[in-house]
């Protein structure tokens, strides 16, 4: 970071390193900056950084710069390249939670998803197996290393605290988890009517002998039932009768206007940042006139 910052920096640096990249052919033309405010730019800093890390090595000898010990420490760029791979897996996980029409339901399935994941790498660095984090692959190939010498208790660990922060951030979803599958799937055939219940009512503060009834008449209305169709989870309850599934229909408006990012309070937000931005388009007294 602080070898990125000097030459971003000063404006001979920067041309200088430039220049040299051209002349090595480098895939990339210039190093990437890391802000705090925007997360993702963590992830493309690093694999920027990494992918540029021999042409800066030489950059650092021909200009006589001030040496980074770092950059020869094979732990270190072991350590650089398991935090490049897991930063990349987490920004597309980051990515994949933004977009319109992401509910909790949709948050809950990807957040799912990441932790098994994250089961999954720590299983697989227990057996040195590193299919998942190509950097920390192509890193101990050049320093011809076998991978059963790597000290893999010390990445599992990491990958293990991941996945305990994401067990306390995500604890809520445990409690909506079984509504939202219900609502997804009304007709299951194992439904625990007293357990979805008792759920909805803690949930939504609804009466509970009223919630259970109508659990119980929809799985038995059969006219209902040949309207569901996959996939039409938030139209589905739109079919309900108002007066009959009053509780239901409430409970399902309430869980889907839930969404766990800002992706849509930020939208709006960027969208003025271009209209105030000096690409506008400026109205005059002859566009008034015309």
Same mark, same amino acid.
């Given at each position: ?11 001979? +640096? =920067?041309?200088? /390193?430039?220049a ?42 021909? *200009? ?18 398991f ?16 977009g319109?029409?992401k ?7 990807s %957040? ?12 697989r ?5 590193? =299919? ?13 290393k076998?991978?059963? +010498? ?9 990958? +293990? *605290? ?6 306390? =951030?995500?604890t809520?979803?445990?409690?909506i988890?079984?509504?939202? *599958?219900?609502?997804?799937?009304? /007709? ?13 009512v803690?949930? /939504? ?10 659990i119980l008449?929809?799985?038995n209305?059969?006219e ?64 008034? %006139?015309?």
């Amino acid at each position: 970071m602080k070898f990125v910052c000097s030459v971003r920096a000063r404006s001979l +640096q =920067r041309r200088l /390193f430039r220049a040299h990249l051209e002349e090595t052919g480098a895939e990339h033309t210039d190093l990437l900056l890391h802000t705090d405010v925007r997360w993702l730019s963590r992830g493309t800093f690093l694999a920027r950084f990494w992918e540029l890390l021999p042409d800066i090595k030489d950059f650092l000898k021909l *200009s006589k710069h001030a040496e980074y010990a770092q950059l020869e420490d094979h732990q270190w760029l072991l350590d650089l390249a398991f935090l490049t791979d897991l930063t990349d897996l987490l920004n597309d996980f980051n990515l994949e939670l933004q977009g319109k029409d992401k509910h909790v339901i949709n948050m809950i399935s990807s %957040v799912n998803t990441f932790k098994s994941k994250l089961q999954l790498l720590s299983s697989r660095l227990q057996h040195c197996d590193l =299919r998942n984090f190509p950097h920390m692959q192509a890193e101990i190939r050049s320093q011809s290393k076998d991978f059963a +010498q790597l000290d893999s208790a010390r990445y599992e660990e990491q990958v +293990q *605290s991941i996945l305990l922060e994401f067990e306390r =951030r995500f604890t809520d979803f445990a409690s909506i988890e079984p509504v939202a *599958s219900y609502l997804c799937f009304p /007709f299951g055939p194992s439904i625990d009517v007293d357990s979805i219940a008792s759920r909805i009512v803690l949930l /939504f503060h609804l009466d509970n002998s009223a919630v259970e009834n109508e659990i119980l008449t929809l799985q038995n209305d059969i006219e209902i039932k040949s309207r569901a169709t996959p996939g039409m989870t938030g139209q589905f309850w739109n079919l309900l009768p108002e007066q009959k599934y009053h509780n239901l229909r409430i409970c399902a408006f309430n869980l889907t206007a839930l969404f766990g990012s800002a992706y849509l309070c930020e939208c709006p937000f960027s969208h003025m940042k271009i209209i105030k931005s000096k690409y506008r388009s400026t109205m005059t007294d002859d566009h008034l %006139v015309a």
